[in-house]
């Protein structure tokens, strides 16, 4: 039989419990899930794309139905590449659907031949994303229970860093 699979495209910057749950959701989909990283640098993103890659590998290591890989361009010219004709976002609130729906009929529009399918995350997750973590953290709270253990610790050190080349 065809081996199925689907890309989760997103800067995870850094990826979170929300993300993950998704990954989750996906596999049990799809027999293959490609994590595909942007590389934003317009974006200034907190971590580099190759630190996103690995955290993202980290956590997804036991599981070689997760492949990761950072991409650029267009994302169904990579998905393509990857000989996937089907795109995972998720939908946490009504809020997230226009930009969604504006980018799904976009990829569309650009691929016909590609679909998008829309996965909702845990309802406890509904609320988290990268920017409210790395906002919560900068200002000192606790990210723990939304992002997996090891993240915590590097978006710690990562915050840490940043704030010591600020300071003179
Ligand atoms: O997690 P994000 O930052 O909302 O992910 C956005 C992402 C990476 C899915 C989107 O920016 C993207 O697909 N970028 C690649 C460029 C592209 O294909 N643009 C056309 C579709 S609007």
Do not use: C, W
Request: proline content about 5%; overall charge positive; aromatic content about 8%.
């Amino acid at each position: 039989m065809r081996e199925t699979s689907a890309i989760y495209p997103g800067s995870f910057d850094p990826i979170t419990n929300g993300h993950v749950d998704i990954i989750e959701r996906g596999l049990k989909v799809f027999d293959r899930v490609v994590v595909a990283v942007l590389k934003n640098p317009k974006k200034h993103p907190l971590f580099t794309t190759k630190e996103r890659v690995k955290m993202i590998q980290e956590i997804f290591a036991s599981r070689k139905e997760v492949e990761v890989l950072a991409f650029d361009g267009l994302l169904v010219d990579f998905a393509r590449a990857q000989g996937t004709t089907v795109v995972i976002r998720g939908l946490r609130a009504i809020s997230d659907f226009e930009y969604e729906f504006q980018m799904a009929l976009m990829n569309r529009s650009l691929a016909p031949d590609i679909e998008t399918f829309f996965m909702m995350p845990s309802v406890h997750y509904s609320f988290l994303s990268s920017n409210v973590v790395r906002e919560v953290a900068g200002l000192g709270g606790s990210v723990e229970g939304l992002v997996p253990g090891p993240i915590a610790r590097k978006l710690r050190n990562k915050i840490d860093r940043s704030k010591k080349v600020q300071i003179p």
